[in-house]
């Protein structure tokens, strides 16, 4: 048997609070989601204000990040040699 929802009259059944709120948190997390690929376009490009400042970190990561890309890059082509 179905059983009532707690913000409404309705049984679960009918009751479409559970996907009103499901949505409402798909749209925030997928909203998160864009500001954090927005924040890393942003970090990652070299097209800053000249006026800006980043923090120390950034050349850091920055480094990190290519010196891993080269690293996955020779990995793949060594896979690549081998088949």
Known sequence: ?????????YFAVRCKCAEILLEAENKRLKDELKDYHNAEKFVLGDDCPTDEVH???????????????????????ALALKK
Do not use: E, H, W
């Open 1 to 9: 048997m179905a059983s009532a929802c707690p913000k409404c009259t």
């Open 55 to 77: 923090c120390g970190c950034v050349v850091i990561l920055k480094k990190q990040i290519k010196d891993q890309n080269d690293q996955i890059r020779k990995l793949t082509d």
